[in-house]
């Protein structure tokens, strides 16, 4: 299991309003949001689009919304689509890791790992505002993993160019992962992933 160390924490002085919190890379947010229980079960407003779009300064509207579901030991990824993306796990546990792989950025090849989980009892959830050209994955800790990602563009409307997806075990990015590289279940997709470098250079 990796150290929790590693995983980034939503500490006071990263936050941003009452649910947004910045991270270690540009333009990444964190977003939590607060349950309202009762005898039913819970509520909960997850987000309100405002809160991202004053701080993207652009308007972030869902075209599509996306459902993976993943047994223990599934990683997906690194992907980096040519859109905005809104993602939450809930259902079991994931670590997310998150690289910035867009070479105009100040934290350029920067690596963030999250911890995201569903439990109906706690009082609060986590999401990620994930913009476009930050490759992320994500990681089966404690499965079976349901995760949801709302993108603003159409699958079908992608430019080829932006589809890019970065191996997992990529040198230069150094990721740690949870699971030895012979445990971890690939779609074939990701298994013949290239590096960074090697995607640079095309």
Not at 14 to 41: A, M
Not at 73 to 85: F, M, P, Q, S, Y
Request: overall charge neutral.
């Amino acid at each position: 299991m990796l150290n929790k160390n590693l995983f980034y924490q939503p500490e006071a002085d990263l936050r941003i309003s009452e649910n947004v919190f910045r991270t270690q890379i540009q333009d990444l947010y964190y977003l939590t949001y607060t349950k309202k229980h009762d005898q039913r079960g819970f509520f909960a407003e997850m987000l309100k689009m405002p809160a991202i779009e004053n701080l993207t300064g652009q308007e972030f509207k869902i075209q599509q919304l996306n459902f993976s579901y993943s047994k223990t030991k599934v990683v997906r990824g690194l992907h980096a689509e040519g859109w905005n993306k809104l993602v939450a796990v809930v259902d079991g546990e994931a670590c997310c890791v998150l690289a910035d792989v867009r070479q105009n950025s100040e934290t350029f090849k920067k690596v963030v790992y999250f911890k995201l989980n569903f439990d109906p009892e706690n009082e609060t959830g986590q999401m990620l505002y994930i913009p476009q050209g930050v490759a992320n994955s994500i990681c089966s800790l404690n499965g079976p993993v349901s995760y949801i990602y709302g993108v603003d563009k159409l699958y079908k409307n992608r430019e080829a160019k932006d589809n890019l997806a970065i191996s997992i075990f990529d040198p230069d990015l150094k990721i740690q992962w949870p699971f030895t590289k012979e445990e971890i279940i690939l779609s074939n997709r990701d298994q013949q992933a290239i590096t960074l470098t090697e995607l640079l250079k095309k």
